[in-house]
């Protein structure tokens, strides 16, 4: 009887990419570049969060969907990152999400514009998330408009859009 192939195996098979590093392979692989950026994103976590759970989630995700090993390892590695800054963790209850995108959208920048609005209501924290297809070639020109996006949000919407 066969011995079905592990995870880790069929991941390599389907994209040629392995997200677990091959001992003394020389090459950086999704992990090992998530391990080396272990001590920055403990920097930027709220300490309910720790750097060994979001690169075992970010791992995960990877599993998940074969098609992020075949990304831009920085963009990849950036995306985490950003939401590492914002508390939010990818694929966990629909915090963030890590979206490959196809090469043609390099074109149009690789940043797109997010947000969360929160305001705390009765001494409850009450949030307000928004996504737009809107891309940036910067990341510094992504935050800008996200904030204007936000501010005017709330200049249209006031605390109703809290529901």
Known sequence: MAQKPSGTELLKQQTGVSPIPAKDSGKQTFASALEAMKPEFA????????????????????????????????????????????????????????????????????????????????GVAKEHKFIRADR?????????FSLGKARQIVDQQGDRMFG
């Open 43 to 122: 920097k930027v976590l709220p300490k309910s969060i720790t750097a060994d759970r979001l690169i075992r989630i970010a791992l995960t995700e990877v599993r998940k969907n074969p098609t992020l090993a075949q990304c831009d390892l920085q963009s990849t590695i950036g995306s985490i990152m950003v939401g590492a800054q914002l508390a939010l963790e990818p694929g966990v209850m629909g915090q963030a999400y890590l979206v490959p995108f196809n090469q043609s959208y390099k074109d149009q920048g690789q940043y797109q514009t997010a947000g969360i609005i929160t305001k705390e209501i009765g």
């Open 136 to 144: 940036h070639a910067s990341y510094e020109d992504a935050v800008e």
